[in-house]
């Protein structure tokens, strides 16, 4: 997705890096604090969810959307942004990106209803999916050699930082000026970097590049489709026409997108990398580990502050632990995959998430929330966190240098779809928790989070290849 210049025969003076020096540095710096927006904003609105529905009168449904719309637009038509950034050039694409989160950041915070706080969701979406894949691209043609390895360094470690930072930061400004403001805060800075950027950030030639927007409205509404009926299903049931339409309506859009990325000559998805084992494993590493990690925030945010009456604050800081368990998590699975493979790291990394999801499958709806829920939820992100950087290394590590940029824009896509995917399926059966602020809703959906993990870990060793990936992590977009 993000493509390089590295290892070309000669340059000139346009297709040089920017001048060495901190220009270049300094742009990165601003480029990171622009990818720590988007994906701070995954995470801050878990905790502000609760106050969202008593402002604007919000029901499980729309407060699931209030997650996924965001998600399923970043994830859905990321492949097309990186597309767009190469035929357009990653400036113009970046600075557009930028400009459209920005002032969907403004109408969200603004939002007086259901349909305009959605709205502003999905365009942060647009807005994601245009700016990231761009500033990867700049980022990796803005830095050669050792100089990159450290740029996509400090680039994957924005990451974790931007989870742990949405947790605490959404919960902070909910209690304090108010949960629209887990918007607004977004407002300057976007204009701050609008007005920067462009001085530090050099126009570059457009590379010729076909655009597949059949392709990309396909696989966006797909997954739109599916996404609604998993939500409807906490009402109509699993068998219910309201839910079983829109699913059918899924697997219709599915096969045509398939259909026409064999017919394109330009397609969005390369589907031939879903024959390379390492790619698919990949994806269903992190298909399954992201869904267990936003469906943990958003469970999790909603049982503390429906059952046990948490503050917004408070929820956040209870969740900072959790984030930070991710991040050790992740270290410790980079060290794994590198001395005893990629499969027994997976593996072991998919258990431990069931074993910690275990205990949360009888939440109490009274006592210590510091020993019944705090200890399997720190537990099961160490194992999440060395998934993520298993799927990752195992997608990039084992598959030709020539396809990393493709590889890495799946395993991507596939980073927001299984948030989107995971939040959909555990609303619906947490429905009775929402309804009626009971822990036992909550109990079953941790229940399905545990199968899944156990079920990923049974997965994973038949199906992620043997052996060491040969280079640990890569140009992720988070």
């Known amino acids: 997705m993000a493509h390089s210049t590295a290892g070309a025969p000669h340059t000139d003076a346009h297709d040089r890096p920017p001048p060495a020096g901190p220009r270049r540095w300094a742009a990165l710096a601003l480029i990171c604090v622009a990818q720590f927006m988007l994906v701070l904003d995954v995470t801050v609105v878990n905790v502000a969810l609760p106050d969202m529905a008593a402002d604007l009168d919000l029901d499980r449904e729309a407060l699931t959307w209030v997650v996924t719309a965001y998600t399923l637009c970043f994830g859905g038509l990321m492949l097309l942004g990186g597309r767009l950034a190469d035929a357009l050039g990653a400036r113009r694409t970046l600075l557009a990106g930028l400009a459209l989160f920005t002032t969907a950041s403004l109408v969200t915070g603004l939002a007086q209803n259901a349909p305009m706080l959605l709205g502003g969701r999905i365009g942060q979406g647009v807005g994601a999916a245009l700016l990231s894949p761009a500033a990867l691209s700049v980022v990796t043609t803005a830095f050669h050699g050792a100089e990159r390895n450290k740029a996509l360094g400090v680039w ?20 304090g000026p108010g949960w629209p403001w887990v918007f607004y805060v977004n407002v300057p800075v976007g204009l701050l970097l609008l007005a920067v950027l462009p001085t530090l950030v050099p126009a570059r030639a457009p590379l010729p590049a076909r655009l597949d927007i059949p392709g990309a409205l396909l696989v966006t509404t797909g997954t739109a489709a599916l996404i609604y009926g998993l939500v409807e299903a906490g009402d109509a049931g699993w068998t219910g026409a309201a839910s079983l339409l829109p699913l059918t309506g899924a697997v219709v859009a599915y096969t045509a997108f398939v259909a026409v990325e064999r ?3 330009a397609p969005l998805m390369d589907l031939r990398m879903f024959t390379r084992r390492p790619v698919l494993a990949g994806v269903f590493l992190m298909l399954v580990a992201t869904a267990l990690l936003i469906s943990f ?3 999790g945010s909603a049982y503390l502050q429906h059952v046990r009456g948490f503050s917004p604050l408070r929820t956040g800081l209870l969740f900072l632990p959790v984030a930070v368990a991710t991040g050790v998590g992740a270290h410790v699975g980079s060290r794994l995959v590198g001395r005893i493979g990629s499969r027994p790291t997976a593996v072991a990394g998919m258990a431990v998430a069931a074993a910690g999801t275990v205990p949360l499958t009888r939440l109490p709806e009274n006592g210590s929330v510091y020993a019944g829920l705090l200890p399997g939820f720190v537990l099961a992100s160490l194992g999440i966190g060395a998934v993520l950087v298993t799927a990752g290394t195992t997608a990039l590590g084992m598959v030709e240098h020539r396809e990393a940029g493709l590889a890495s824009g ?25 309804e ?6 909550f109990g079953d959906a941790f229940t399905v989070c545990a199968v899944a993990a156990a079920a990923g870990a049974v997965v994973a060793l038949g199906l992620v290849p043997r052996g060491t990936p040969q280079q640990a992590g890569g140009p992720h977009v988070h």
């Open 436 to 441: 009626r602020g009971s822990a036992g809703g």
């Open 297 to 299: 925030f958003f469970l």
């Open 156 to 175: 994957s470690a924005i990451g974790g930082a931007g989870a742990a930072a949405g947790v605490v930061l959404g919960g902070a400004l909910t209690d």
């Open 410 to 434: 799946v395993v991507n896509t596939a980073h927001e779809v299984g948030g989107s995917i995971g939040v959909a399926v555990v609303s619906s059966v947490a429905a009775a928790g929402f």
């Open 263 to 265: 017919a394109s000559r």
